[in-house]
């Protein structure tokens, strides 16, 4: 074999080739069934660069978000949303009333934090109707501070949370 003919050859064999890199894009559209006790539950949470619906079918009732709450809501991760169900007190209530039943969808937002998470934000409903959306800034590796938003009204910072990253 001549030199540079084996030298050509040496060289393409030391080569290795290029890794593809396989990048996911971002959801554009989640819809997700979950079950319930009674019934299932179906959300639909649709959005790119700004989150632009939210609803929850639960039973017989149909609830969405205003869009007036999706602001300051920027890169959701619609890959993260999740529906939890719960029974809690929300408003005055009296003396042995009982616990309101809710859901509320979660996911994570925006970018990454300098503790690694991201900011999260859930959007509260019970009564039949969307009643108020919770957000959690990351303010250290386990600590949030939480804001909560009536429609109509402007965020309230209601205080700190600590939780493990998931």
Known sequence: MKPTRFCILLCA?????????DEPRPWGRVVF???GE???????????????KVTVKWGKQQMEVPSAE???????????????FGEGYYGKFKEGEEPVPHVLVEMEFGTRSEFGTFASVKFLFHGGKYQERIVLTPTGPNTWTEYRKS????PVETGTTTKLPR
């Open 70 to 84: 999706f602001s300051e809501i920027n890169d959701p991760r619609l890959s993260t949303a999740e529906l939890l």
């Open 38 to 52: 009674d019934e299932n539950a179906v959300v639909n949470v649709e959005g790119t660069k700004d989150l632009a």
């Open 13 to 21: 064999l030391m080569m290795t080739p290029a890794i593809a890199e």
């Open 151 to 154: 429609p109509g009204k402007s």
């Open 33 to 35: 069934e979950v079950p």
